[in-house]
């Protein structure tokens, strides 16, 4: 988004490797005086507040945030029941070598075809290049994001994208496969002292690269009702209450986009060229489609 994001948004538009971001949450939240305690597994939550540790420990705790992911046991157990929902979509994932990926694509770059895309963007010099490729599935394929995936098996599914795409999977010498999986909207996230948070309270496809965020949304949300309110049940209702709404649209669009970036034929044409062509002629007014998102603001309704 270069330019544009900065002067719609008034920030910039980054690509971090999960890692570097991982690292300093955790640093902010230690500074904050977080008692970070990792490689631990959670073996039950309760509504009363209560942990219990897979190593037999007990706690109890005011809150807790579930935030577990898009297999959440969490929300399983205590809220819906129902396992999430294979979308029909699986993803190669892979890191190239900057050196070996030349000439690098400039931002992010998105090659669309019938039942599959392929996105590439760069995450810096000490991480590489990102790849990840979507292909449609009518089979089941495992949800387990680190499953080896079989690089000329991904070769060979994009081998009639164009000589750029191609070039960059050239130099794939080991990738992960996995089935994605998302979930209607929840009705509700917070049951007693338990709040879902992330992907446990709204699975998604990552068609619209929102996931992560919404995460950290969520987090900014909470945060804020539970500054304005020392009664933490009325906290968390407001937190939901406002939080759902806009993750339940973004989880639609994503799932919409699926149909976008995979279409064929006549439709492709006029679809993909239309998008091309506002580009291009008018990137602001391409652009304020998306306002809704990148122009969020954390603050209270
Ligand atoms: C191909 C792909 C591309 C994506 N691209 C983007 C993007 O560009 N931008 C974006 O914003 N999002 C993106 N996302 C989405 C993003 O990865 C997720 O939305 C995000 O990771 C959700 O964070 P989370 O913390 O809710 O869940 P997770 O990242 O899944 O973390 C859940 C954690 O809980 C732990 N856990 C689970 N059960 C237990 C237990 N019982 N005890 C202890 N720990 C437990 C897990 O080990 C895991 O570490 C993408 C996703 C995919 C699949």
Not at 25 to 53: I, M
Not at 64 to 75: F, K, M, N, P
Not at 168 to 183: I, K, R, S
Not at 267 to 284: F, K, T, W, Y
Request: proline share 7%.
């Amino acid at each position: 988004l270069g330019d544009i994001a900065i002067a719609r948004y008034g920030a910039p538009y980054l690509h971090l490797h999960r890692a570097d971001l991982q690292h300093v949450l955790a640093q902010r939240a230690q500074a904050a005086g977080a008692d970070l305690r990792l490689g631990v597994a959670v073996a039950r939550v309760g509504p009363d507040g209560g942990v219990q540790l897979e190593t037999g420990e007990a706690l109890v705790f005011d809150l807790v945030l579930a935030a577990d992911g898009v297999r959440s046991s969490v929300r399983q157990h205590w809220f819906d029941g129902a396992a999430p929902r294979f979308t029909g979509q699986a993803a190669w994932r892979a890191l190239v070598p900057r050196e070996l990926a030349q000439p690098s694509p400039a931002g992010v770059t998105v090659w669309a075809g019938p039942q599959r895309h392929l996105v590439a963007y760069d995450l810096g010099p000490n991480r590489g290049l990102n790849l990840v490729a979507v292909t449609e599935r009518s089979a089941w394929v495992e949800p387990d994001w680190r499953q080896r995936g079989d690089p000329q098996e991904l070769r060979a599914a994009f081998a009639d994208f164009p000589a750029a795409a191609r070039r960059l999977l050239e130099p794939v010498a080991d990738c992960q496969f996995w089935g994605l999986f998302d979930h209607a909207p929840l009705p509700h996230w917070v049951r007693g002292k338990i709040a879902l948070l992330g992907d446990s309270a709204h699975p998604m496809l990552p068609f619209l690269a929102q996931g992560a965020a919404m995460a950290i949304e969520d987090a900014a949300i909470l945060g804020l009702c539970l500054q304005a309110d020392p009664e933490i049940e009325t906290a968390l209702a407001r937190y939901q209450r406002q939080r759902r709404p806009r993750t339940a649209r973004v989880q639609a669009v994503s799932r919409a986009n699926a149909k976008l970036f995979h279409a064929a034929g006549l439709r492709a044409s006029l679809q993909h060229g239309a998008i091309a062509l506002v580009n291009h002629m008018a990137p602001g007014l391409g652009q304020a489609r998306l306002d809704w998102v990148y122009g969020w603001r954390p603050a209270l309704d």
